[in-house]
């Protein structure tokens, strides 16, 4: 059955390497269907790395702050009495003695009650276990966020993962300057509408109510600007955001779905003559009056900014708001001539790797060497092939994965020789000591590579970033060695022995 296939395995595997030639001639010279090619990662190519810490811990009193007005609607709709409630810490402190139905309320808002050290408090706090569930689910949610924020800045191929708890890195292959990167992750993007109370001098004593909160502006750097702290409207409500030109200066436009424009049309309609403040992450952008009723949902952020500034904050109202603040703690740039350095010493040594591994070949089987590397050549054409119809990153861990895997590539044939050595020695003939060397070996050929699979499996479950380019290149080059030393080594040796009759074979 092996020999029926193995013709036409061969053809195919022939064929198949054709897809690496995007990675050697260049792209404009070759048919369309030709346009997969293996991306170089960030010390290969050269780039910008960027480490950033997931504030979790003031998420996570933000969300405590604004757990408290809804809290103090229930307390008072369940007439508990209390005098005091304020966030110390991470924790809301209530004063109360009422604690069996405070902790009947704190239930309702997925927090824990408990009786604190001084009589007559209780505290509020969310379940360790639960609060590192949600501490988990913000970073995945963060590296969303980070994702469309670079995608859609027009940066090409960025890797971008999870590092520990509350890490993420980015790498940038390519890009030297990643300032405006920078700009767009260090904005949080969360998007409010309040109504505007007042504005005053920066420096001046104005004595604000505790029902009121007080912003930058934009616009206006000199002052100051005091809105309601009721939130009418947020960033959610986003189903469009685009640039536009308004009276010859750049602005963005905010398209809000269905829900929201019902919500906006009824806050321009009691609100004519008012002020509304367009507010991100504590900054008044926008404050536009409103003159008249506005019975569609659509709204607009105009004045003191450029074009760049429109193009970013349209990119990052239109990604979304980060569900934690992100902090940049580390960050290094890698030079392209660091890149072509590491690509010279990678290339040099795949290349001493099949050099030493050919001449070690050789000597131990003489033709039948040399046949299992040209079965090599072929393994790390197929592996580039398969490379560039992935669309993988090649990183550095990924060309040491390639010279590893030019000395595993010849275990199977290693493993196929000795048999068809040992099937000869009991005595049967050259054409039946092969084909029972190549069957008798399958098994075990299977055996030993499924281990270093399932090395490579766990290295890319658990690993990342280069990790996870060393695991992928090393799984890829082990199933095509396997495949390549089944089916084009016994071609070989196929077209080398079928017409002629041998009384003893070259191995």
Do not use: W
């Not at 040099?348 to 131990?364: E, G, K, Q, R």
């Not at 595993?408 to 054409?431: C, F, H, P, S």
Request: net charge positive.
């Amino acid at each position: 059955m092996l020999g029926s296939l193995v013709p036409l395995s061969s053809m195919r595997l022939l064929t198949t390497s054709m897809l690496c030639l995007p990675n050697i001639i260049p792209s404009s010279k070759l048919p369309g269907f030709l346009n997969h090619k293996v991306n170089l990662g960030l010390e290969l190519q050269g780039g910008s790395y960027l480490q950033l810490f997931v504030d979790l811990e003031a998420a996570y009193k933000e969300e405590m702050q604004a757990l408290i007005p809804d809290i103090k609607k229930q307390l008072r709709k369940d007439k508990v009495v209390f005098s005091e409630i304020k966030l110390i810490g991470d924790e809301i402190i209530l004063k109360t003695d009422q604690f069996e139905q405070v902790k009947k309320v704190a239930s309702s808002f997925s927090l824990t009650a408990e009786l604190a050290k001084e009589s007559g408090k209780v505290r509020l706090f969310q379940d360790p276990a639960k609060k590192e569930e949600r501490n988990a689910k913000k970073v995945e949610q963060s590296i969303e966020v980070v994702k469309r924020r670079i995608d859609e800045s027009g940066t090409k191929e960025p890797s971008i993962y999870k590092q520990g708890k509350d890490r993420i890195i980015v790498q940038l292959a390519g890009v030297q300057n990643p300032e405006e990167i920078k700009k767009l992750l260090g904005q949080t993007g969360r998007l409010t509408f309040r109504l505007l109370k007042d504005t005053v001098q920066k420096d001046s004593k104005y004595a604000i109510s505790p029902i009121y909160d007080v912003f930058p502006s934009k616009e206006d750097p000199n002052h100051l600007c005091v809105v309601e702290k009721e939130i009418l409207l947020t960033g959610d409500v986003l189903e469009n955001v685009k640039v536009s030109q308004q009276q010859g200066l750049p602005g963005v436009v905010l398209e809000m779905n269905t829900v929201g424009g019902r919500k906006f049309s009824d806050i321009t309609l009691n609100n004519v003559g008012k002020q509304l403040a367009i507010v991100i992450d504590d900054t008044v952008v926008s404050a536009p009056k409103i003159t008249q009723h506005i019975p569609i949902g659509v709204a607009s952020i105009s004045g003191a900014m450029t074009l760049q500034d429109a193009t970013r904050l349209k990119t990052i109202l239109s990604s979304g708001s980060l569900p934690a603040p992100l902090k940049i703690i580390e960050e290094r740039t890698v030079g392209p001539s660091l890149g072509t350095d590491a690509i010279a010493d990678g290339k040099n040594a795949v290349i001493l790797s099949f050099v030493f591994v050919s001449i070690f070949m050789f000597l131990a089987y003489s033709l039948f060497g040399i046949f299992a590397c040209v079965s090599l050549i072929f393994n790390l054409i197929l592996t580039f092939a398969a490379l560039s119809i992935l669309g993988a990153t090649l990183t550095l861990p990924g060309i040491a994965g390639l010279a590893l895997t030019i000395g595993m590539a010849v275990d199977a044939n290693v493993l196929i020789y000795e048999r068809i050595k040992e099937e000869l020695r009991q005595g049967l003939k050259t054409m039946r000591a092969i084909v029972s060397g190549f069957e008798r070996s399958m098994a075990t050929i299977l055996d030993a590579n499924l281990t270093t699979l399932i090395g490579a499996a766990v290295l890319f479950e658990f690993g990342s970033g280069p990790v996870k380019g060393f695991a992928v290149t090393l799984m890829i080059g082990i199933v095509i060695s396997m495949f390549t030393a089944l089916t084009l080594t016994y071609y070989q040796i196929y077209l080398y022995t079928r017409n002629r009759k041998l009384d003893s074979l070259p191995i």
